[in-house]
DNA sequence: CTAATTGCTCAAGCTAACTTGAGGTCAAGC
DNA sequence: GCTTGACCTCAAGTTAGCTTGAGCAATTAG
């Protein structure tokens, strides 16, 4: 990679200058903005500028990615950070509280799984219906993947 | 949902039988077939007929998903099992021991996750580059969703 | 000042994981 | 023995999440 210029003399950040610090590609933050997760302000040539703060916003996005969070729901979450004006600690601290809650939810998910796959595994449980396993309360699965009408998004 | 007819003589299922006893579509089962998840035989007018313990490999094909597995790796995992006969019990352990590993990895992620999060949102590292939640191990992501280049998929 | 970067928009392409539809065969119940 | 529902194949469509490419404007390094 060779390094970036200099930043611009302001705060703000272009969006080469993003995807830098993020390790996003330009095209993903671009695709991110139109979905609403970033809303950056335009120089008068029509050009991004991000604030400094938009990296922690893009970084958090990224981890709750990996989570399984669908960009909608990201998009949700974040709504609870101020638009515009750098988010405060305070904001983050809320916003984290909310999202501990889903990971908490998630990892007692993965251990009621793990602690019953020897035993169902194994079972003479011939059908999900009846399988512990069956139709778990975790929902933080991204909708498009899987069989989706097993998972409760039956069609009209 | 209407009631199935009475279950054909044989043992073997018919792909709308397996289908009710799995909650999955016909259509998604044809598709898992046609992706190596499982091989049905044909009866001589040309209708899959599956094993009872195909059941449960649809079974276990569900719960991997959710746990962000694709398909490609929830193959490799039941290529473990053997093909045409229904599998024992010890070739379920088998299997449920590697996944088990998989599965601690996960959670032990996610507390990771977890305990740094408070931290991590609220420090102040600006860059995803110094965070501890960079690029954790946790690679059972599914590939296509997410930034793929951040992700360790660089293109050629 | 000029060439190389970087940026912009918009449309189209791509992968995973399925679903839907067309057109046709089979088989199970009355 | 006929009709109705279950199957079959194959092609095309769908959603999420990006990437790629074309065609053009604005910066910036030298």
Known sequence: MKPRPALRPTDLLAIGDLAARTGLSVSAIRFYEARGLVAPIRNRSGQRRFLRSDIRRLSFVVIAQ???LSIEEIAKLLAGLPQGRTPTLKDWTAL???FR???DARIASLQRLRDNLDGCIGCGCLSLKKCQLYNPDDRARRLGAGPRYLLGDRPG
């Open 96 to 98: 984290s509280r909310g």
């Open 101 to 103: 809650a889903t990971l």
């Open 66 to 68: 990996q989570l399984g």
